[in-house]
T-cell receptor, first 113, second 117 residues
Framework: TQLLEQSPQFLSIQEGENLTVYCNSS?????LQWYRQEPGEGPVLLVT?????EVKKLKRLTFQFGDARKDSSLHITAAQPGDTGLYLC?????????????FGGGTRLMVKP | DTEVTQTPKHLVMGMTNKKSLKCEQH?????MYWYKQKAKKPPELMFV???????INESVPSRFSPECPNSSLLNLHLHALQPEDSALYLC????????????????FGPGTRLTVL
């Protein structure tokens, strides 16, 4: 059983559509990061959320941290082909204290023109 | 300088070869990490160095040998690898000392694509 459940695993949509990716756990997180990774490259940090109920926006991306700090969501408005990639949520404080990250299984997004 | 660099970008090696992967960061981060990532999977933690000392080894086979010469450099020495070790090897760093607590942000390098023949 994964400590951090990410859904959906795969999403294929048309350009201009909206989508939401979810990251859930039964454990409380110290903080949660969202990363985006392109094939053959390293994950790039998009955002860190720390406070329960926190909402952060990055252009067309909206990140939300649950009030109880057990879940998070990433919403993309008007998706573009450049948004294609693997989206990873990663939480710290799930397995132990400190900066150790527990990764979700990832959501592979494909945006078709 | 806000990036983590890794060399080489690609590496092909035979099962009897000895090679090394290199990672460098100049952000003053006190923790550095090695991850292994297979296709379509999330990264799997291998090693953690905190203040230049090995603090976590996730039961990695001895054919992988990490080294932290100083606070900016991290190496991964490879010897007698198997074809199943082929993967993307990622280096990351964080401001906190690995187990010291903090926001947990890790910054990743571009990775080394390793192929073992």
């Amino acid at each position: 059983t994964q400590l951090l459940e990410q859904s959906p695993q795969f999403l294929s949509i048309q350009e201009g559509e909206n989508l939401t990716v979810y990251c859930n756990s039964s454990s409380v997180f110290s903080s949660l990061q969202w990363y985006r990774q392109e094939p053959g490259e390293g994950p790039v940090l998009l955002v860190t959320v720390v406070t329960g109920g926190e909402v952060k926006k990055l252009k067309r991306l909206t990140f939300q941290f649950g009030d109880a700090r057990k879940d998070s969501s990433l919403h993309i408005t008007a998706a573009q082909p450049g948004d294609t990639g693997l989206y990873l949520c990663a939480a710290s404080g799930v397995r132990d204290a400190g900066n150790m990250l527990t990764f979700g299984g990832g959501t592979r997004l494909m945006v078709k023109p | 300088d806000t990036e983590v660099t890794q060399t080489p970008k690609h590496l092909v090696m035979g099962m009897t070869n000895k090679k090394s992967l290199k990672c460098e960061q100049h952000m003053g981060h006190r923790a550095m990490y090695w991850y292994k990532q297979k296709a379509k999977k999330p990264p799997e933690l291998m090693f953690v160095y905190s203040y230049e000392k090995l603090s976590i080894n996730e039961s990695v086979p001895s054919r992988f040998s990490p080294e932290c010469p100083n606070s900016s450099l991290l190496n991964l020495h490879l010897h007698a690898l198997q074809p199943e070790d082929s993967a993307l090897y990622l280096c990351a760093s964080s401001q906190g000392g690995g187990l010291a607590g903090g926001p947990g942000e890790q910054f990743f390098g571009p990775g080394t694509r390793l192929t073992v023949l």
